[in-house]
């Protein structure tokens, strides 16, 4: 005995329905979740994004780099890897600290409001590093600071 047209049709639209839901459900389950983005933190006129302590992040902060003009690396012994914790202390021309943060891995991209010269203080292991550059125009501060495993600054 064959079903009505009308029923056959809504069993037809129903099985439809659980079968896409079936699918997207299997393909959301294969799928890797989306990473986190980077959290952007602020002090004052100053945004700042700090991290890079897996593959994922590390590719954001490639992308990143052309929107912060102050980008800085930190290492221990020459790796990157695992180096997170450095308590940075950013100082202006007239000597005012202007951004003061603990990074969350071995990268710290910063924004200022405006060029000039800036001090870096970078502490790591108790050990402790500044550079002091000019940022002019267009370019990008790109700094590392290379921390030994032995308290000798590299």
């Not at 780099?65 to 202006?92: M, T």
Request: hydrophobic share 40%.
């Amino acid at each position: 005995m064959a079903l009505p047209p009308k029923l056959r049709l809504r069993d037809a639209s129903v099985a439809i329905r659980v079968g896409l839901a079936i699918a997207s459900f299997a393909w959301s389950a294969a799928t890797p979740a989306q990473a986190d983005e980077l959290k952007v933190s602020r002090q004052g006129d100053y945004s700042y994004v700090s991290g890079g302590l897996n593959d994922e992040e590390q590719r954001q902060f490639e992308q990143l780099a052309p929107r912060y003009l102050i980008q800085l690396v930190f290492k221990r012994n020459g790796d990157k890897a695992e180096v997170s914790g450095v308590k940075v202390r950013i100082k202006n021309t007239a000597g005012d600290l202007v951004l003061e943060t603990a990074t969350l891995g071995p990268y710290l991209y910063v924004n200022p409001p405006s060029g000039g010269r800036f001090t870096i203080e970078a502490e790591f292991m108790q050990q402790t590093q500044a550079k002091t550059r000019d940022l002019v125009g267009r370019r990008y501060l790109h700094l590392e600071f290379d921390f030994a495993a032995d308290g000798e600054a590299r």
